[in-house]
């Protein structure tokens, strides 16, 4: 068992990055830098488990690693890369849907919000997707988890399976990863109907503010969220019905980081107009400079492509020992 406190976290590169990503997952994956040997991937194998076209794809890697690293993810410190090109992931999944039961997978909830109503049609991709999402994390023996609320049933699910595989083989060789969802906004909810969360693959982009959006647009899509005619309560506990003045409230606390209470005690009584042009103000103050970085990455695409290569590298030598052990526990002859 590792003794090393190892993050291990990943992010689609299925389009722009939203605030949801950003207050629920990346801010922290930037923090944790501090304290843990971080590794951060763009989960391309995972993105393709449903359409994408080829070239969007590689833009949208190099988009969200541009993201990442405009969001304070330091590229020598932790490693960033991308999936595709760490072979070990794919390996140790193919193993890992050896161990799965069919049972486990067919209770994931994001696999039947994703396949819809034409499941048949689904790829088989998508029905192991939480699979590869174990393998990921176990190549690295990660310790810790840093994750939105979406993900906690699949780090469940990355728990059973290492349970699983050490008990199958008599081994204690997998950690049981922790996840870590922390953060007033481990749920970040659509703006425009706050009992849904805030999602890339939304049609209307009212719903969502992208990391790529600039100010007006910000401050339009705050100003249009949807809230109901109350004005806002003297403590956070009032909110508890009140879905979309929550999801403001705690996208204001996130962003300031404080307290939704702290914020409910500094707004008592104020109308969600005006409440709103400060939220407005506080998101394009917090948002503006990782957008202007972003942009100043993505004009320099050759240096956004040798991060990922070198962070590639670096992976690999982590995850092949690692892979190799799994090899040997399962009895691959290795002539
Ligand atoms: P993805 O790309 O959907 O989301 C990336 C991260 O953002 C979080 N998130 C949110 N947090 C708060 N509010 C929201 N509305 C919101 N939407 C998304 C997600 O929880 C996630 O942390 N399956 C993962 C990627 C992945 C992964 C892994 C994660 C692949 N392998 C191994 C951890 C460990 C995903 O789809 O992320």
């Not at 689609?12 to 629920?24: E, I």
């Not at 939105?148 to 083989?169: C, P, V």
């Not at 956004?304 to 590298?313: F, N, S």
């Amino acid at each position: 068992m590792t003794a090393t406190k190892r993050i291990f976290s990943g992010v689609q590169p299925t389009g722009n990055l939203h605030l949801g990503n950003y207050l629920g997952a990346i801010r922290n994956w930037a923090h944790l830098q501090d304290d843990y040997e971080c590794i951060y991937c763009v989960v391309d194998l995972h993105a393709i488990t449903q359409p994408q076209d080829p070239a969007t794809l590689r833009a949208s890697t190099r988009e969200v690693t541009a993201s990442l690293i405009a969001s304070g993810i330091d590229p020598q410190g932790s490693i960033i890369f991308n999936q595709s090109q760490v072979t070990a992931h794919a390996e140790l999944a193919w193993i890992f849907n050896c161990v799965a039961k069919i049972g486990w997978l067919n209770r994931m909830t994001q696999f039947k919000d994703k396949a819809g109503k034409n499941r048949e049609n689904a790829s088989a991709g998508l029905y192991i997707y939480p699979v590869l999402m174990a393998a990921d994390i176990l190549a690295y023996k990660a310790t810790h988890v840093p994750v939105g609320e979406d993900q906690k049933q699949h780090l469940e699910l990355t728990r059973d399976i290492a349970g699983s595989f050490n008990d199958a083989y008599g081994v204690e060789f997998f950690p049981l990863t922790e996840p870590l969802i922390f953060g007033e906004a481990t749920r970040v909810m659509n703006l425009r109907d706050g009992t849904k969360k805030m999602s890339k693959s939304d049609e209307s982009d009212y719903t969502r503010i992208n990391l790529t959006d600039d100010a007006d647009l910000i401050a339009q899509k705050i100003r249009k969220a949807r809230t109901d005619p109350l004005p806002l309560p003297g403590s956070a506990r009032e909110l508890v019905e009140r879905p979309e003045a929550n999801n403001l409230v705690g996208i204001y606390a996130a962003l300031a980081d404080i307290s939704r209470d702290a914020v409910c005690a500094e707004y008592d009584g104020a109308q969600f107009s005006g409440f709103k042009n400060a939220l407005a103000d506080l998101a394009i103050a917090k948002l503006s400079p990782i957008t202007g970085e972003m942009r100043r990455l993505l004009d320099d695409p050759a240096h956004i492509d040798g991060i990922l290569r070198d962070g590639a590298g670096r992976a690999r030598a982590m995850a092949a020992p690692i892979l190799r052990e799994v090899q040997d526990i399962v009895g691959f002859l290795n002539p």
